[in-house]
């Protein structure tokens, strides 16, 4: 079972930065994609960011888009969201997560195989 170690989340006023650690494990998946979901209550659970190891491709979605930054180590196990600007529409329960098609989960929102971490709560306050 493929197993996550998330770290980073926690409480930050508006604009302030925050950084999402996740080193994944137990997998030997070829051309994924890793990134993170989030989730607020009663609301759908949306692709934030995700980097391809096929080719180092980035995705954000339009709500991130220069605000966040993701980056990986050079085995693509590993991975790091840097989130800066924060706003308070970004708080959410945010899950580091895999996808074994290689990132359509992440960009459609079409979510078929895709696997969880046990996620880690952010929080921007006004």
């Known amino acids: 079972e493929v197993q996550f170690v998330e770290s980073g989340g926690g409480l930050v006023q508006a604009g302030g930065s925050l950084r999402l650690s996740c080193a994944a494990s137990?997998?030997?998946?070829?051309?994924?994609?890793i990134g993170w979901f989030r989730q607020v209550p009663g609301k759908e659970r949306e692709g934030v960011s995700c980097?391809?190891?096929?080719?180092?491709?980035?995705y954000y979605a339009d709500s991130v888009k220069g605000r966040f930054t993701i980056s990986n180590d050079n085995a693509k196990n590993t991975v790091t969201l840097q989130m800066n600007s924060l706003k308070p529409d970004d708080t959410a329960v945010y899950y580091c997560?895999?996808?074994?098609?290689?990132?359509?989960?992440?960009?459609?929102?079409?979510?078929?195989?895709?696997?969880w971490g046990q996620g880690t709560q952010v929080t921007v306050s006004s």
């Open positions: 137990g997998f030997t998946f070829h051309d994924y994609a």
């Open positions: 997560a895999i996808d074994p098609a290689g990132g359509l989960a992440f960009i459609t929102g079409r979510i078929g195989i895709v696997y």
């Open positions: 980097i391809s190891s096929s080719d180092g491709g980035l």
